[in-house]
């Protein structure tokens, strides 16, 4: 018999609140229920990750098992913060998705240098990235073993 997969906390880390509010949405609409937490430029990421200031308190700053990562970010920019994840032995183990609008290949390039698991182009279209949050959910909540 199939076990039943516990609620995950997943980490967005987005500077742009209606792109918040866009991945909010489609999580809804998915009916991805688990936690959606979101930090807003990467400097919280990273305080959010090490439990620092207000993100101390593991009860409300769960650790993620899957973190949604903006490349374009203010304070620390999302390639910094990649870095900085896999270079630490505690967080390097969380799954790191880059989801972006960028349209860059040296990004692609870049960010899988520098350990990020996968790289997925944000559409506009909130059918199209439905199907994104849809096919993110079947693959990493339900078919792949994360470390918890």
């Known amino acids: 018999m199939e076990e039943k997969k516990k609620a995950v906390t997943i980490l967005l880390a987005e500077d742009d609140e209606d ?6 949405n489609a999580f809804k609409e998915c009916q991805l229920l688990n936690t959606l937490n979101w930090v807003k430029d990467g400097e919280e990421l990273m305080d959010y990750l090490l439990r620092k200031g207000k993100y101390d308190n593991p009860s409300t700053s769960p650790r993620p098992v899957i973190i949604l990562l903006d490349l374009n970010m203010p304070k620390k920019d999302g390639r910094e913060c990649l870095k900085e994840i896999k270079a630490n032995p505690i967080l390097r183990q969380i799954p790191v998705l880059v989801l972006t609008t960028s349209q860059a290949d040296e990004d692609i390039l ?11 182009r944000k559409p506009v279209d909130f059918e199209k990235f439905t199907n ?7 693959y990493w909540l339900e078919i792949v073993e994360l470390p918890r």
């Open 19 to 24: 792109d918040y509010l866009l991945t909010s």
């Open 132 to 138: 994104v949050i849809t096919s993110l959910k079947k």
């Open 110 to 120: 870049k960010t899988y240098d520098l350990g990020a698991s996968s790289f997925i």
